[in-house]
């Protein structure tokens, strides 16, 4: 429901001269109560059984006598949001809750007037982790009408604060400790916040302010999956107008006291922004997500951190007094693009409570009453586990130079594209050996162990699924390839079936990717003869570019 709170406001005696009709058009556009005045939405749910996504005649049944009872006229749009509960992969539950709301939500554009806006969202189980009381396994219906289309399925709620002594004071515990991402949505530059959630309170209440409004808007922070990667995971996100959160930041509400001396917006200074101070801070995200890779020659140390949580147009330091900046650059490479990089000097690593700063807006002295006390000694040691990376920075290129028992020729050197992810590797190779004959060749690896012998000791605590993206390794896999040979005599398809060995270097631009080994047995589908097994025996080397 959409809520506005406000209160009885007096009217000059001028209003008196407008015509009836010209008041009752008003007083509809800013209805007065006491407290509050809702417009126009409403929520119907279906529920469903345990794995079952069909739309049975009762509920369809059920959502007539519930949509016509509704005048068709008035209905401005409609969003239907499909849930599963916890119980099985998270895959398919968020699988299933699409194809809940899909299915409603083609029943509804079929006894809809043509036109009226109908549109489906999935969350999965992600209310289920919340509320574990509720019965998860239903599809919403939120219905919107008298003009008031929203484009999310969220909740504006607003607090009259005028002629009050409740005052709002700057949230320094979410502007310490959120990311913040700027951008512009086609008419108004848009704020995204997040923060993560063992940094974050959902029992606070936290507000923004537009200059000159009586009415504080309430954040709506919704637990969403945000990065990519090994560092996409739930987080607490919320979106505020830019103008809004330059003047004003984030606010909790407060009782004024007789010793105010907090940055704080009353009634009688609701038209001045905040004096917003900047200070030299520890940024969070970078220190959550940070990777540190040993340049072995150097001594030093290589910084990875995601492009997310880096603004190109501020400045980092390793110190708090200004005297060692960060240099951020990037590297050339699909599988570089998600990445900063930075070089840190190991002196700067023999103090634990190292961090990385950068200026905030924040209020001192701190005026909400949520303080939370952000850990620096955040890198800790990794146990590495074979896990998917995803994402475009998966695909990986390069060169191959590879020798196999076909004949006294067969040593060729090949382009390769490969797609790493959590234990199956796909590859396809183009290119010549040492008799001129065209080699075409794919593959598809299945990993069995890994084990990384140079293991790297800083990985930030909020880091998952590193292996293939930081650590070299000793991977032992099973595989099967299929590859063609043009040769003028007699072409080749062999299909083979193998086990094998590498050590995988997963360096971050060109440079030696591995050496491989395999071993085991293969047949040629074009022989003269029929099939024909024999032992198949292929090494090689790759590098990345």
């Not at 539950?93 to 969202?121: D, F, H, Q």
Request: some cysteine; proline content about 4%.
């Amino acid at each position: 429901m959409i809520r506005k709170r406000n209160q009885k406001t007096r009217l000059p005696w001028w209003m008196g001269l407008f015509s009836f009709s010209l008041k009752t058009s008003l007083l509809c556009i800013i209805f007065v109560c006491s407290k509050q005045f809702v417009s126009a939405q409403e929520i119907f749910s279906i529920y469903y059984p345990s794995g079952d996504s069909k739309l049975l005649d009762d509920n369809k049944q059920e959502i007539n006598k519930y949509i016509f009872s509704h005048d068709l006229r008035k209905i401005d749009s409609l969003q239907v949001i499909g849930y599963a509960d916890s119980t099985g992969k998270k895959k398919l539950n968020l699988k299933l809750s699409r194809k809940r709301a899909e299915k409603v939500k083609n029943y509804l554009i079929g006894i809809l007037p043509a036109k009226t806006p109908v549109t489906s969202l999935a969350r999965g189980e992600e209310n289920a982790l919340r509320n574990p009381n509720e019965n998860h396994r239903r599809v919403e219906i939120h219905l919107f009408y008298g003009g008031k289309r929203l484009a999310e399925d969220t909740t504006e709620l607003y607090e009259y604060f005028g002629n009050t002594k409740t005052c709002f004071v700057l949230s320094d515990s979410v502007m310490k400790n959120c990311n913040i991402i700027r951008f512009n949505d086609g008419r108004t530059n848009q704020v995204i916040l997040e923060m993560e959630p063992h940094l974050f309170s959902n029992k606070q209440v936290y507000y923004t302010l537009t200059k000159g409004s009586q009415y504080a808007k309430i954040i709506k922070w919704k637990l969403e999956m945000s990065g990519e990667g090994w560092w996409r995971h739930e987080r607490y996100r919320a979106r505020i107008k830019a103008a809004d959160f330059e003047s004003y930041g984030v606010l909790t509400k407060k009782e004024v006291r007789a010793d105010n001396n907090e940055c704080m917006v009353c009634d009688k200074d609701m038209s001045t922004p905040l004096k917003l101070k900047s200070e030299l801070l520890p940024e969070v995200y970078i220190m959550q997500h940070v990777q540190l890779r040993k340049k072995i020659p150097e001594g030093e140390y290589l910084l990875i951190v995601p492009q997310d949580y880096v603004s190109p147009a501020r400045s980092y330091y390793f110190d708090k007094n200004y005297d060692q900046p960060v240099e951020w650059h990037t590297k050339i490479g699909m599988r570089n693009r998600p990445y900063y990089f930075a070089v840190v000097p190991s002196a700067y690593l023999k103090n634990k409570e190292w961090s990385i700063y950068s200026n905030r807006s924040i209020c001192l002295p701190a005026g909400d009453s949520l303080q939370i006390a952000y850990p620096l000694d955040t890198l800790n040691p990794h146990q590495c586990l074979p896990e998917s990376r995803g994402g475009l920075n998966a695909l990986e290129y390069g060169l191959e130079a590879t020798f196999w028992n076909y004949d006294f020729r067969a040593a060729a050197i090949s382009a390769y594209a490969q797609y790493t992810g959590t234990r199956f590797e796909y590859s396809l190779n183009a290119g010549v050996d040492l008799k001129a004959r065209i080699q075409v060749m794919v593959k598809t690896d299945y990993l069995i162990f890994s084990f990384d012998p140079y293991k790297q000791p800083f990985i930030g605590n909020a880091n998952r699924s590193m292996i293939h993206d930081f650590h070299p390794t000793l991977a032992a896999y099973a595989g099967s390839n299929l590859t063609f040979l043009n040769d003028r005599l007699q072409a080749g398809l062999v299909h083979a079936l193998y086990i094998g060995a590498a050590y995988k270097n997963n360096p971050f631009s060109f440079a030696l990717d591995r050496f491989y080994t395999n071993v085991g047995i293969s047949t040629n589908y074009l022989n003269a003869g029929g099939l024909n097994f024999s032992l198949y025996l292929q090494v090689g080397v790759k590098f990345k570019i």
